[in-house]
């Protein structure tokens, strides 16, 4: 696989890093609004939120989306180190009068720290919520309708009333929203979808996605904690 074309030909990695990034995108809106449930009085909070969760973790077709999202994670999180990785080898020595800042944005710079940030978090999250539902005892819940699910609401809940947990969600969507405000565009960059007619409207759209998405996710720890 070494030698294969997909690991040797850039662009064919960047096509790959896009083409993911954009799926990723649009788990974030479906998490976003998954989690927006989150917000609702604790009373209904409770039963709406472990009957999505029941749902995401049973219904055939979204498990297969999940696993395809866990596989697109780390394929866009490799696919990243070895562009990261290519891009300085091409140019091992830094020119005496380069000047990085004028020639492109910071995020593009750095997106490499930015991805490792959020990926870091990603292991952080799965760790407290998604190996808990899968794999740890923790208490159960009875739905409306009699059904008994692991309380994934209560496990949430409690994490978000926990300050330095708080705190660090809310910081972490920082390098998501810069990670995504590069990114974004840059998908359809590569994808050759650029055009002088939609260009700023690729560019005010991925902005918009950029500061409302993770905004929308520091939102709901921070009601969580201060309201209910």
Known sequence: MANSYFLKNSLTKKYWMAASGLFLCI?????????????????????AFNAYAL????????????????FS??????????????????RPVNY?????????????????ILGTAILVFLVIHLW?????????????????????????YSEVYNAFKNLPYVILYVVC???????LSHGFASAF???????AKYNNLISMTGIAFSVLVPLGFAAIPLVVYFMY
């Open 27 to 47: 788990f974030l809106l479906g998490h976003l609004a998954g989690n927006l449930q989150l917000l609702l009085p604790p009373e209904k909070a409770k039963d």
């Open 55 to 70: 749902f995401m973790t049973t219904f055939p077709a979204v498990k297969i989306l999940s696993y395809l999202t866990y």
């Open 73 to 90: 994670i780390l394929f866009h999180a490799f696919d990243g180190i070895l562009l990261t990785i290519e891009n300085n080898k091409a």
């Open 96 to 112: 005496a009068y380069s000047k990085p800042s004028a020639n492109s944005a910071w995020t593009s710079r750095y997106m490499g």
């Open 128 to 152: 407290a919520f998604w190996a808990g539902m899968h794999f740890r005892s923790i208490p159960t819940y009875a739905l409306a309708d009699g059904t008994i699910v692991k309380d994934l």
């Open 173 to 179: 969507m920082i390098p998501l929203g810069l990670h």
């Open 189 to 195: 960059q590569s994808w050759g979808l650029n055009h």
